[in-house]
């Protein structure tokens, strides 16, 4: 099953299956059955009635907004004209009237799209990095129709929350929820632009609390089944009482399309992300050093536990804080400052919130006891990044990537070898290659690591065909080195 973030809309397939419904036959006039008043019914109605979304969307839903991010991607020869449409096709006469050419070799402006919302009167906008991420002109549409040119504040690829401005007052605002309150079970809805249609109105119910994704992050999601797709990304998870507590974010899916899993990042762990932003234009995390995994029943049981809880660390860093304060390999986490520690989620957020230099109260199960540990905490340090350029030049070399290896999870995930794009600047930029994209080949010969990309840039000539890895999908770009 592949994890997928929002996409840029698929018209034809949308086009395609409203046609073959129509095709499926007119049956006349539907039929209408009356409803039977209560007082008629065989009995008493008992339960609860189903929940009337009407309202929260007409007080809350202003403030939702349409991201469109606009980056220039050059056509090339392998771009083909649609097959010329049959005589009487309409299928084909439809397509062919949403078909906008362009000459090969020009310039034409690539649209993202994605969702957003607004915090502050004065046009603070949050929405996710991966929507705005490629340095492209970033337009926000109000549900008035108005259009701002938005400047990115910042973004946090880790949480995947970005935070944009745009030139304007006296704008609607969401209301800020509590996520830690959200029940499972409960009734939730999300407001969006999935494939471009504005302040779309989805619901569903909360799936589960705290869910770890196997991406890297620490972000302990909010997974619902509300129907989330490509276009989503970015857009408020607000509560029956009309509080926003998660930013829809990304999808489980095996065709890329909403099939049940959609997850959210809590509105609190963006909050703090945005404050930071704001007041200092980055990031801070603590970190204490240690790797981590869950507990089940056996670990339980081999350790001496009365029940599998808490984080069994796997292993400690060489002088880091964790080993400074006497953590050791095997230890249980069980509370932090005091509080019950649920799973590996619970250690790597709490510590992640901690201010570096902050000391933290760790208890850990050791050798059939307890013991309390004092930790400073240190600071997490952005992921290194690799230029793939001439050596020594940054992100405007040759190539004009900076790359890093892949994680783990990644690397199942295109099947073996190659580099994620990190950043982008001249020839790549011009080409149309993005951050998040998976460099896989230069030329047909595989790329390993950034030291191979960079060995194979400096060897070609004035072209290179780079396979790249976008999504579900596998494209050459072609690129002028000069």
């Known amino acids: 099953m592949k994890q997928k973030r929002g996409a840029g809309a698929v018209l034809a397939v949308a086009v395609v299956a409203a046609l073959a419904a129509g095709g499926a036959g007119f049956q006349g006039p539907p039929v209408v059955h009356a409803a039977v008043p209560a007082a008629a019914a065989s009995g008493p109605v008992t339960g609860r009635q189903l929940p009337d979304f009407a309202e929260l969307v007409e007080r809350h839903g202003a403030a939702v907004v349409n991201v469109r991010v606009m980056t220039p991607v050059r056509a090339t020869a392998g771009d083909q004209p649609a097959p010329e449409a049959e005589a009487g096709d309409p299928l084909s006469e439809f397509l062919r009237r949403f078909q906008i050419p362009v000459p090969r070799g020009d310039a034409r402006p690539g649209a993202g799209l994605g969702s957003g919302f607004i915090v502050s009167p004065d046009g603070l906008v949050l929405t996710n990095a991966h929507v705005v991420q490629g340095g492209g002109e970033v337009v926000v549409r109000l549900i008035d129709k108005r259009e701002f040119k938005a400047r990115v504040v910042g973004t946090d690829p880790q949480t995947d929350v970005a935070v944009l401005r745009i030139d304007a007052t006296n704008l609607?605002?969401?209301?800020?929820?509590?996520?830690?309150?959200?029940?499972?079970?409960?009734?939730?809805?999300?407001?969006?632009?999935?494939?471009?249609?504005?302040?779309?109105?989805?619901?569903?119910?909360?799936?589960?609390?705290?869910?770890?994704?196997?991406?890297?992050?620490?972000?302990?999601?909010?997974?619902?089944?509300?129907?989330?797709?490509?276009?989503?990304?970015?857009?408020?998870?607000?509560?029956?009482?009309?509080?926003?507590?998660?930013?829809?974010?990304?999808?489980?899916?095996?065709?890329?399309?909403?099939?049940?899993?959609?997850?959210?990042?809590?509105?609190?762990?963006a909050m703090k992300v945005e404050t930071q932003l704001v007041q200092y234009g980055k990031v801070t995390r603590g970190r204490i050093g240690v790797t981590i995994q869950e507990v089940n029943q056996s670990l339980a049981d081999s350790?001496?536990?009365?029940?599998?809880?808490?984080?069994?660390?796997?292993?400690?860093?060489?002088?880091?804080?964790?080993?400074?304060?006497?953590?050791?390999?095997?230890?249980?986490?069980?509370?932090?400052?005091?509080?019950?520690?649920?799973?590996?989620?619970?250690?790597?957020?709490?510590?992640?919130?901690?201010?570096?230099?902050?000391?933290?109260?760790?208890?850990?199960?050791?050798?059939?006891?307890?013991?309390?540990?004092?930790?400073?905490?240190?600071?997490?340090?952005?992921?290194?990044?690799?230029?793939?350029?001439?050596?020594?030049?940054?992100?405007?070399?040759?190539?004009?990537?900076?790359?890093?290896?892949?994680?783990?999870?990644?690397?199942?995930?295109?099947?073996?070898?190659?580099?994620?794009?990190?950043?982008?600047?001249?020839a790549a930029a011009r080409a149309g290659l993005r951050p998040g994209d998976i460099i896989l080949a230069l030329n047909n010969t595989p790329v390993k690591d950034p030291q191979s990309l960079r060995e194979l840039v400096a060897k070609s000539g004035k072209r290179v065909a780079v396979l790249v890895q976008r999504a579900n999908a596998k494209v050459y770009i072609p690129v002028e080195l000069g």
Do not use: C, H
């Open 303 to 426: 350790f001496g536990l009365p029940k599998p809880a808490g984080a069994l660390v796997s292993s400690v860093e060489r002088d880091s804080p964790a080993a400074r304060g006497g953590i050791e390999q095997g230890d249980v986490i069980l509370k932090i400052d005091g509080q019950q520690v649920r799973g590996n989620m619970d250690v790597v957020s709490r510590i992640a919130d901690m201010k570096p230099g902050t000391v933290a109260r760790i208890e850990v199960w050791r050798k059939g006891a307890t013991r309390e540990l004092a930790v400073t905490v240190g600071e997490m340090q952005p992921r290194a990044t690799a230029d793939a350029g001439a050596p020594g030049a940054g992100p405007g070399g040759r190539l004009g990537v900076a790359v890093r290896p892949l994680s783990p999870a990644e690397s199942r995930a295109a099947g073996g070898g190659g580099v994620v794009v990190e950043n982008v600047a001249g």
């Open 172 to 269: 609607p605002t969401v209301t800020i929820g509590d996520p830690s309150a959200v029940r499972v079970g409960e009734w939730v809805v999300a407001i969006g632009s999935p494939y471009g249609f504005d302040n779309t109105v989805t619901a569903g119910i909360v799936s589960a609390k705290a869910r770890a994704l196997p991406d890297g992050t620490y972000v302990p999601f909010i997974q619902t089944d509300v129907a989330v797709n490509p276009g989503n990304s970015g857009g408020p998870l607000f509560n029956m009482n009309g509080e926003v507590i998660g930013i829809n974010s990304q999808i489980y899916s095996r065709t890329g399309g909403y099939q049940g899993l959609s997850f959210a990042i809590p509105i609190d762990v």
